[in-house]
């Protein structure tokens, strides 16, 4: 039976770029999950997006909160990778950031606009990076290892579309 924390299997750290596989493919994706993640809530209505995906799980509404929140972070240590040496980001307790009164009850437009915006931006740096800019890193204090930007990008396509798929896979479920 699969499990419904991971929809699309757990992601895994890339080893070998191939072509469907590599950096412009997850920019790709990134640039896509806006319209995605908008068309995978488009029609709900409140008692909808404040179903969970699952049992022990967010609501609609706070995944798609979360993944605001989520990519804005990620956003931000991308710029820092960019600019500092090897930056040592600052992590958050996301749990505790969907408990929060905005993300549980929110409507979920102001963090799709802001899905809009925010990959707009990060879609053209990252299109604007090389192999080497690519290969610079962050540490986060929870890792053992440095984090690759390339390797962040390729979590965080998996992170929107794995996030779409809650919300696609629950609308399936439920017949909305």
Not at 132 to 139: G, Q, Y
């Amino acid at each position: 039976m699969q499990d419904s924390r991971y929809p699309l299997g757990r992601w895994r750290r890339p080893t070998v770029a191939r072509p469907t596989e590599g950096p412009a493919n997850w920019i790709g994706q990134i640039e896509a999950l806006p319209t995605e993640l908008r068309t995978a809530v488009s029609g709900l209505d409140d008692a909808q997006l404040d179903s969970v995906y699952r049992s022990e799980g967010w609501t609609v509404r706070q995944v798609v909160h979360h993944v605001a929140d989520s990519h804005l972070n990620c956003y931000a240590r991308f710029r820092l990778a960019m600019t500092e040496d090897e930056p040592t980001i600052r992590p958050y307790d996301e749990a505790a950031w969907a408990e929060l009164p905005d993300a549980k009850s929110a409507p979920v437009e102001p963090s799709l606009d802001l899905l809009d915006a925010l990959h707009d931006r990060w879609v053209r740096l990252a299109r604007s990076c090389g192999s080497e800019d690519l290969a610079r890193t962050f540490r986060h204090p929870e890792m053992d290892r440095p984090i690759r930007l390339d390797e962040t990008l390729s979590l965080y396509a998996w992170h929107g579309r794995h996030h779409c798929a809650h919300i696609t896979r629950l609308r399936e479920r439920r017949g909305w």
